[in-house]
């Protein structure tokens, strides 16, 4: 049932026919999970019992390698697929990344995150391999840790267990619950935690992976830190497909954070200066409150022109609507040069001159290129005199 629907998927049929009558291929993890309770996988991921080259080789196409780990990903008809040698992994300390050695299929599924993703199919042929409690959990919709110490070996996987509840509608098995509890999720660099914060922010539902992370353990979150922020759907809808939708998300969770606490939390998690700064700005008020408060089109133009968009949705309201929607495409149709052109004197009152012709455009009391000009000129000439 799993590869013949595995066949259905972009890229399936052609790993089907690569793997061929290869015993040593497995498909595993997500994937089977996905298949078993009727979801779409988002990506391929099979395990190899030996080495990947044989099967590389086959499936054809560029393959990005990470030899540390003895993984591979191929992109295959628009289809990430992911491959691994079957292996188990040790770790020197906890939170450490794993040291890696080769192994049987059935002992790289005891080294899995939860008992759910411990599921392997072999393509060849319809044999089954799975964690004990693996398939009851996946019916039953449960998650699971395989062994008491899985959070102290990776404490990311209080994340990923608090995205499948969120993505999958699963209840976290109370005895995995109290481990997650008691979990240190700052036991790693802080780089990991960001990958798992923004893979949690594209989820369909972030608010909710953060609401299951602060059930597990909240001190995986910042102080001040609000897992379902008011407004959120206004703003998403009014910024809509052209920003960063992920990024305004984590800004309205963190409003309530200290900046100072929020600017060392996003450098910790390894955010780009770009994005750290635009959750900076749309997480303050710095923009909300003259927008909420501009009387006219200019005051709204004025308060929202040097703004992130998301920092103007985050602002929500009449006004940053209408900036969003209409003013922000407001342009003049002169230029400096046209000023100076027509006599005006070099100098920042050119500047000003534009900006006072802007604003009355905005306000709807000039148009045009001629109107926008005689405005204009006439405040330069005035600031000169």
């Known amino acids: 049932m799993v590869v013949a629907k595995l066949a259905e998927l972009p890229g399936g049929q052609a790993v089907i026919d690569a793997v061929g009558g290869d015993e040593s291929v497995w498909l595993v993890g997500g994937a089977v999970r996905d298949l078993m309770i009727g979801r779409t996988p988002t990506e391929i991921d099979l395990v190899v019992e030996g080495p990947l080259d044989p099967l590389l080789a086959r499936l054809g196409g560029e393959a990005e390698r990470f030899e540390r780990f003895g993984t591979a990903t191929v992109n295959l008809e628009g289809v990430r697929v992911d491959l691994a040698c079957a ?101 790693v660099s802080g780089e990991r935690i ?121 602002a929500g309201g009449d006004n940053a609507a209408l900036w969003l929607d209409e003013l922000r495409y407001v342009q003049l149709e002169i230029s400096g040069d046209d000023l100076l052109t027509a006599g005006a004197e070099p100098g920042p009152a050119i500047g000003d001159a534009l900006e006072h012709a802007l604003a009355l455009t905005l306000n709807g009391e000039v148009a045009g290129r001629e109107q926008q000009l005689g405005v204009a000129l006439a405040h330069a000439r005035e600031a000169a005199q």
């Open 194 to 314: 960001g990958n798992e914060l923004i893979l949690s922010l594209l989820e369909p539902q972030p608010t909710a992976v953060f609401r299951a992370v602060e059930g597990l353990n909240p001190g995986a979150l910042p102080e001040g830190f609000c897992v379902a922020p008011p407004q959120l759907e206004e703003a998403l809808e009014l910024l809509g497909d052209e920003g960063r939708g992920d990024l305004l998300t984590l800004a309205a969770c963190c409003k309530g954070v200290e900046l100072d606490l929020l600017t060392r939390w996003l450098d910790y998690l390894g955010f780009s200066a770009h994005d750290r700064e635009l959750v900076l700005v749309a997480s303050r008020w710095v923009t909300g409150a003259p927008l909420r408060s501009a009387k006219s089109r200019a005051a709204i133009a004025a308060a929202a022109r040097s703004a992130p968009l998301e920092a103007v949705a985050l």
């Open 87 to 187: 292996r188990t992994e040790s770790y020197a300390q906890p939170g450490a990344l794993p040291d890696v050695a080769a192994a049987s299929i059935d002992e790289d599924l005891g080294r899995r995150d939860f008992t759910i993703n411990a599921i392997a199919v072999r393509i060849s042929d319809p044999v089954v391999k799975a964690d004990p409690a693996a398939l009851a959990d996946l019916q039953s919709g449960t998650i699971r840790v395989l062994h008491e110490s899985s959070f102290l070996d990776d404490p990311t996987r209080l994340w990923r267990g608090a995205r499948y509840s969120a993505r999958l509608g699963f209840s976290v098995d109370p005895q995995t619950a109290a481990l997650a509890a008691a979990a240190t999720p700052g036991a």
